[in-house]
């Protein structure tokens, strides 16, 4: 199957099994004896795997599969349908380890949309991140607690606007902690950080400034 999206209509907690999605055209209701129409939705970095669904949009899921952790999702999130082979992990249904599917050059790596005016960028999971904003973003970013250790997030503009970041824990170009990033006003301006001891340190950047 063909890993298609859809997105949330509203945001999620942690813990909601029960939700809204635009489109359920691809999402299957699965025969867990038979083993047909088993449907996985991967919304960030989290895994769900599909109980049941209706016509009116509203899908039921186990939340946090194969190791993945359930979390807050807003709304517009990016939400892609396949099958358990479709993503990089499969999901387990037995209730015992599986194994990491990875195959080089075909991994999967998600986007999560941001829409806002301010958005604020999560500072303890790792995530790309893609600014359709129609003005300006304001994004503020906080900085690494020791739990995401490590952790990368991406962040790249896809309008034609001067997005910022404001972080007081940006570490760039080998010089002193700056408190703002700003894109150049081109889809494609963006810029990777990595968590590492308390800041974040930019591994790459296109089109941004630091000041």
């Not at 038979?34 to 899921?61: A, F």
């Not at 600014?131 to 990368?152: C, F, Y």
């Not at 790249?156 to 997005?163: E, I, Q, R």
């Not at 940006?170 to 950080?193: C, D, Q, V």
């Amino acid at each position: 199957m063909t890993i298609t999206a859809t997105t949330l209509v509203a945001a999620i907690n942690q813990s909601q099994t029960s939700f809204n999605l635009s489109s359920v055209s691809n999402v299957s209701a699965p025969n867990f004896q038979t083993g047909s129409g088993i449907t996985v939705l991967q919304v960030d970095q989290e895994l769900m795997l599909v109980t049941g669904v209706n016509s009116s949009g509203v899908v039921n899921v186990l939340r946090g599969q194969n190791g993945t952790v359930a979390a807050t999702h807003t709304a517009g999130s990016l939400v892609q349908v396949g099958l358990p082979s479709d993503f990089p992990t499969s999901v387990d249904l037995s209730g015992s380890k599986t194994t990491t599917l990875l195959t080089v050059g075909a991994i999967n790596e998600p986007a999560i949309n941001l829409t806002g005016s301010a958005d604020a960028i999560p500072n303890s999971v790792p995530g790309n991140y893609e600014v359709k904003t129609a003005g300006v973003d304001a994004m503020t970013l906080a900085a690494p607690p020791a739990s995401a250790e490590g952790n990368i997030v991406s962040v790249v503009s896809d309008t034609t606007n001067a997005h910022t970041i404001t972080a007081t824990s940006l570490f760039a170009n080998g010089t002193a902690l700056k408190t703002t990033a700003t894109f150049a006003a081109f889809r494609g301006a963006g810029l990777s950080l990595r968590a590492s001891n308390g800041v974040w340190q930019v591994q790459t950047s296109v089109g941004v400034t630091f000041t």
